[in-house]
């Protein structure tokens, strides 16, 4: 790998990229993934995207109550159930947002090793993904109404 990965800020513009597909799933992945958790947990994140570290591939990691998750290529075939929670971002410091967002979802993504895998999030986790996934579409939180202070 060349140099660490560095947390982007808005307005960085690779923050608004759409992401593109992975399609190799190699150790240049693999390392980049665990250098992306790292970054995270030094910023004390609960996810991670890639634009947020600067790349532009269709993945991101979230982990919450030390349980961790990586998606790749990931797309929510199903959602349910709505909620407005408050959300905060690493990438705009100092902004809280009111997003409604899906309860329950249905994700179809890939795995590290290149494996399809489905997943069912609901709760925290839903939330998660959705904003996670909002990045890699070059969406962020700015684009929803703001919360008065």
């Known amino acids: 790998m060349q140099s660490p990965l560095t947390l982007k800020v808005h307005p960085d513009p ?3 990229r759409v992401c593109m597909p992975v399609e190799k799933f190699d150790t240049w992945l693999s390392d980049v993934i665990h250098e992306m958790f790292t970054l995270m947990k030094i910023h004390k994140g609960v996810g991670l995207a890639a634009p947020q570290a600067g790349l532009t591939g269709r993945f991101f990691v979230a982990e919450i ?22 959300e905060g971002c690493l990438s705009l410091p100092d902004l809280s ?7 329950c979802i249905d994700v179809v993504s ?4 290149g494996q399809r895998q489905m997943h069912r999030f609901d709760g925290l986790w839903a939330r998660a993904v959705q904003h996670e996934l ?10 929803y109404n703001e919360v008065p202070a």
């Open 65 to 86: 109550d030390e349980q961790p998750l990586c998606l790749i290529n990931p797309v929510i075939m199903n959602g349910t159930g709505c909620n407005h929670m408050t």
């Open 110 to 113: 890939y795995a590290i090793s």
């Open 134 to 143: 909002d990045h890699l579409n070059g969406v962020l939180i700015c684009d």
């Open 97 to 103: 947002v009111q997003v409604e967002r899906d309860t």
């Open 14 to 16: 690779v923050l608004r």
